[in-house]
């Protein structure tokens, strides 16, 4: 199982011009092997930067980012290997899909790693099927699909590579709920059935609180907090620093047990809310019985 | 990538960043028409002084300035090379076998380069540097607003100009994001034949092509929601402010200052 970690590392966008930005400042993390990890953060935090390096995509300005314990830029014609197993899927990716059929474009990143034809064949209509792609469509024009369809394909073609860790920034940006629901559910399983890494970026606590296991969250090119689920979660203060809340419901939570009622507060979906109540309404009634 | 959507416009605060677009333009061409003129060594030296108070006005780093000068280096060498060697005079310097260097060649070479110098401070500094690509295209039309009445379509012009350059930095960013897509999934633009390197783009050309169509219909689309049609009622709120004349009026003192040196022919003349 491949395994991801930065040390140290700062990145400027538009370096020695007026327009320079310090987009990361020192960041040293490490994304747990065989979890769903959320980044979260504002708008112009630096998540999809620090993304952008995990892959080989930017090169960080200072400090080392390393795959299995290997700095990935040791040998920089060699790159391309780091991006095969390490699978970005970029925010608005449907823009990215140019090939007359679906199948040849889910086919376009297998084709680059040099694959047999036989072998690309399996990997597309495995990947097709991970996002809920009948074979019906794979000879479909990319073009002719709706949003959430052409999202999920081009979804697809990072999966068909197999890599190791999954990155998705912003998966579910600009869909609707039940878009949203769809491309989550697919990512889920994907990740049951391959059992590997996946990392979500995201601004969106519900769906944070609702996937990830663990979550690191960005300010202003600063990694200010990372851990499980439940650590993050539980110092609302310090996500509110950041300019970040919790979810909702578990405001609720946090709301009902300053009135003196009981209830847990590690509760980040109305599904587990509503459970969490019931339990107290159950019991209330047992009480006053 | 970005910086070249941007132009060559450079953001700061300064009095040639404030003047108004419109007096810019009228304020470069008569500064190209200064230097084209000049004909005397105090006049040249009088436009190398000007060419730095211009830079210095404009608060542009000199580093910026030079980088922009090098693709004209070799223009300047080839003029340079010509004039020295065949220029015929009276003051024979140096000879050997068939080469002639006369002072006078000398003389001309350093006021090609003068000339050179001062054309190109002249345009970027007033254009390029210190104006934003948009402001020029209003300026323009505003300049040419006169062609109107010969029924010249300026506003159509300058508002197609305005759209290009507007849509510049935005297809610049898409073609910078979707060529990363395509790296991400193991596209290869930078090795190979120039065949193979030409056939790597298409997968970012399409989705270029096709993100462009729908900015065209988009933009169209969200005009004629606002009842545009083009028809030069229009109007920029801009006025010209006493600085704006005052610096017309400065460089035109100029370059009648440099047309009356070359009357008096001091010293030498070229």
């Not at chain 2, 729908?214 to 709120?237: F, K, N, P, S, W």
């Not at chain 2, 003192?253 to 030498?268: E, P, Q, S």
Request: with cysteine; glycine share 8%; net charge positive.
């Amino acid at each position: 199982m491949s395994e991801i970690s930065v040390e140290n590392v700062s990145f400027f966008h538009g370096k020695g011009t007026p327009y320079e930005i310090k987009a990361l400042d020192g960041v040293t993390l490490n994304i747990v092997p065989n979890t769903i990890t959320g980044i979260i953060g504002h708008t112009g935090s630096g998540k999809s930067t620090l993304v952008e390096l995990f892959n080989g995509i930017l090169k960080p300005a200072e400090g080392r980012v390393l795959l299995d314990g290997a700095d990935i830029w040791a040998k920089p014609k060699e790159i391309r290997n780091v991006r095969f197993r390490v699978g970005l899927v970029m925010q608005y990716p449907e823009s990215q899909l140019f090939e007359e059929t679906i199948r040849q474009d889910i086919a376009f990143g297998p084709r680059n790693m040099g694959l047999s034809e036989q072998e690309i064949e399996e990997r597309v209509i495995e990947a097709a099927g991970f996002v809920g792609l009948g074979k019906d469509m794979l000879d479909k024009s990319p073009f002719d699909l709706s949003g959430g369809q052409k999202r999920r394909a081009a979804i697809a073609g990072i999966i068909a590579m197999r890599p190791d860790v999954l990155i998705l920034d912003e998966p579910a940006a600009g869909l609707d709920p039940a878009g949203r629901e769809a491309i989550f559910s697919n990512i889920m399983e994907y990740r049951k059935n391959s059992g590997s890494t996946v990392v979500i970026v995201s601004h969106s606590m519900e769906d944070m609180a609702r996937y990830c296991d663990r979550v690191m969250v960005m300010s202003e090119g600063k990694l200010i907090m990372n851990g499980t689920r439940d650590e993050v979660f539980s110092k609302p203060e310090r996500l509110a620093e950041a300019g970040l809340d919790i979810p909702q419901i578990t405001k609720l939570m946090l709301l009902l047990r300053e009135r003196g009622i009981e209830v847990d507060t590690g509760v980040y979906t109305s599904e587990r809310a509503y459970e969490e109540l019931i339990r107290l309404f159950k019991k209330d009634t047992a009480q006053s019985r | 990538m970005k910086n070249i959507a941007l132009g060559q416009y450079y953001p700061a605060k300064s009095p040639l960043h404030r003047l108004d677009p419109r007096i810019k333009v009228l304020l470069a061409l008569i500064y190209i028409c200064a230097a084209a003129f000049c004909k005397n060594i105090i006049g040249f030296g009088v436009l190398l002084v000007s060419a730095l108070l211009i830079v210095a006005l404009g608060r542009i780093p000199f580093k910026t300035i030079f980088r922009s000068l090098t693709p004209v280096l070799f223009v300047m060498l080839f003029a340079v090379f010509f004039q020295v060697f065949f220029t015929k005079g009276d003051m024979l310097l140096f000879a050997w076998w068939k080469l002639q260097i006369y002072g006078e060649g000398l003389y001309l070479a350093l006021f090609t380069i003068v000339r050179i110098f001062t054309l190109i401070i002249g345009t970027s500094m007033f254009l390029t540097y210190t104006t934003t690509p948009i402001e020029l295209t209003y300026a323009i039309e505003d300049l040419l607003s006169p062609l109107k009445k010969l029924k010249v379509p300026v506003h159509d012009f300058a508002m197609m100009m305005t759209l290009a350059l507007r849509f510049i930095p935005t297809l610049v960013e898409e073609a910078d994001k979707i060529m990363t897509a395509q790296k991400a999934r193991g596209a290869d633009f930078s090795t190979g034949s120039l065949v193979q390197r030409a056939k790597a783009l298409k997968p970012v050309l399409i989705p270029l092509i096709v993100s462009a169509m729908r900015h065209a219909v988009e933009l169209a689309v969200a005009m004629e929601c606002r009842c545009y049609h083009g028809d030069g009622t229009r109007m920029v709120v801009r006025k010209c402010r006493f600085s704006d004349i005052a610096a017309l009026i400065v460089m035109i003192i100029f370059l009648a200052g440099i047309i009356y040196l070359n009357i008096l022919g001091l010293v030498y003349t070229a």
